[in-house]
């Protein structure tokens, strides 16, 4: 089993030799007792603030007083130090109006959300465990601290939060927690994108995601409504064996838990519903769903406040999906021009995903993924020039050639568009004398 870290166990130390109680607290003992490494470590103390601060000098940063926290810097990691406190009321069922502190352990610990992240830890390994947290590890189940709907009307976020370590911990839901759940959904239109954005992602990379979004599409409808058309939405086509919602899913479950991916997977048919046709014969259709997917992902994610990078990556992948995967040298240089390494890889995670969410019988196009990945390998092998940095000749050259102003541009577009088609090869002197001929033009 993982230890706590000898920074950590400092920390411990200098607050228990100056006679406050300092205990391991929250994820790090719930990820330690299940033998998972744990992400961050937090202390929970009954020093104040001030206490702390001064028992730590130069080493402690005041990053969060107000709850009472306070950052001690050790070797190269930082430790998160809070008092014990309590919560004072709750308002617009988002963070408390204030807190107040105790000298009591089992007071902090009942504050908690859930019974697993309720479970203090000292130096010598002693639990405290007020709230039956050890029993719930070993069942392998998500339970709020006291009463589910109290605890959610305080903070809408424990609702994702619950998703959350359910979706990574592959923990079931308890059947209480579970009702609360379905009931104040609702509430999270109260809280902020950003913490929103945070717990989805984390929920997204989870091992048991799918399983997960599969019982609480309600939940994620609040702040994603254009999902809610997916579910059991029947695509009336061979090619298909699951419904819009469930093929997602399955696609989802299929792309390595990276939070582009992820997120690319689940939202790639999520404009299916708005485009569907059916034809004579009975069979359904979805001409354009690409670019319809691509525009509702753009604003579902700029709900969340995803950074621009972040929301460029994914709707572009949602909208090349849709697009056959290049399997000739020209067509692959040509998507790395676009999409650049990284984004090609991606594609074709995200287009196997796809295939594989379908009906078997057309899991034979995995072969086409295949010939075109090993395209890919063997041009980048081959150092094949796809991007403007990797062209024979520079701005610079182009400028010593008479050229100047966008016209710089334009001939080094033109030179990568021939190159990528194959029609000039990338030498610097077969470039020059190309453009020679256009200088007067240009
Ligand atoms: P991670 O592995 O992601 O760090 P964690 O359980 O440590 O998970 P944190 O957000 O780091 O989650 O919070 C640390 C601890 O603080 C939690 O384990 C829990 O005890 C408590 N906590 C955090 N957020 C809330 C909340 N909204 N309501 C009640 N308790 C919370
Ligand atoms: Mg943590």
């Given at each position: ?16 030799s ?6 391991c607290?929250?994820?790090?003992v ?8 744990p ?16 028992l730590?000098g130069s ?8 709850h ?10 930082g ?6 406190r ?6 617009d069922?988002?963070r408390?109006?204030?807190?107040s502190f105790t000298r009591?352990?089992d007071?902090?610990?009942?504050r908690?959300?859930f ?11 002693t ?15 998500l339970?709020?601290v ?8 305080e903070?809408?976020l ?9 979706a ?34 984390k929920?997204l990379s ?17 702040f ?13 086509n ?8 469930e ?10 838990a ?6 690319a997977?689940?939202l ?6 708005e ?8 069979t359904?259709h979805?001409y354009?769903?690409?670019a319809?997917?691509?525009?509702l ?13 972040f ?7 949602v ?27 991606q594609?074709i ?13 057309y ?12 395209i ?6 081959e150092?094949?020039?796809?991007s ?21 541009g334009q ?27 256009f200088?007067?033009e240009?």
């Amino acid at each position: 089993m993982t230890a706590i870290p000898e920074a950590v166990k400092k920390v411990l130390e200098v607050l228990e030799s100056a006679g406050y109680e300092a205990w391991c607290v929250g994820g790090c003992v719930r990820d330690l007792l299940l033998g998972r490494r744990p992400e961050d470590w937090d202390v929970t103390t009954g020093a104040l603030p001030e206490e702390t601060l001064g028992l730590f000098g130069s080493r402690a940063f005041p990053t969060g007083l107000q709850h009472g926290t306070v950052t001690v810097r050790m070797e190269h990691c930082g430790v998160e130090v809070t008092t014990y406190r309590v919560d004072g009321p709750y308002r617009d069922h988002r963070r408390p109006e204030g807190v107040s502190f105790t000298r009591s352990l089992d007071e902090d610990l009942i504050r908690r959300d859930f019974t697993v992240n309720a479970i203090a830890m000292d130096l010598r390994g002693t639990l405290r465990d007020p709230c039956g947290g050890r029993g719930d590890l070993s069942r392998r189940l998500l339970r709020c601290v006291g009463d589910p709907n109290r605890r959610f009307e305080e903070d809408a976020l424990r609702i994702l939060r619950g998703l959350r370590f359910s979706a990574v911990l592959g923990f079931d839901i308890h059947e209480e927690t579970e009702a609360a759940i379905h009931r104040g959904a609702g509430l999270l239109r109260e809280i902020a994108a950003e913490r929103i954005q945070t717990e989805l992602f984390k929920l997204l990379s989870g091992q048991e995601a799918a399983s997960v979004l599969r019982r609480y599409p309600d939940v994620l409808g609040v702040f994603w409504p254009e999902i809610l058309p997916m579910v059991g939405f029947d695509q009336k086509n061979h090619h298909h064996c699951y419904d819009v919602w469930e093929h997602s899913l399955h696609a989802m479950a299929a792309v390595p838990a990276d939070p582009v991916l992820r997120c690319a997977a689940l939202l790639h048919d999520v404009g299916k519903p708005e485009c569907f046709t059916v034809d004579p014969q009975g069979t359904g259709h979805f001409y354009g769903h690409g670019a319809i997917s691509r525009e509702l992902a753009d604003g579902m994610l700029r709900r969340l406040n995803c950074s621009t990078v972040f929301r460029e990556t994914v709707v572009r992948l949602v909208e090349w999906h849709d697009r056959e995967i290049p399997r000739t040298d020209k067509a692959v240089r040509r998507a790395l021009g676009k999409l650049g390494e990284t984004g090609l890889r991606q594609l074709i995670a995200l287009k196997r995903a796809d295939n594989l969410a379908q009906a078997a019988a057309y899991h034979d196009r995995q072969a086409e993924l295949d010939k075109g990945e090993a395209i890919l390998e063997r041009l980048l092998a081959e150092d094949a020039c796809f991007s403007l940095k990797q062209l024979a000749v520079n701005g610079k050259d182009l400028t010593e050639m008479g050229l100047s102003g966008p016209a710089v541009g334009q001939a080094l577009h033109m030179l990568l568009e021939a190159v990528i088609d194959g029609r000039l090869p990338n030498e610097r002197e077969a470039l020059v004398s190309f453009v020679s001929q256009f200088v007067t033009e240009l």
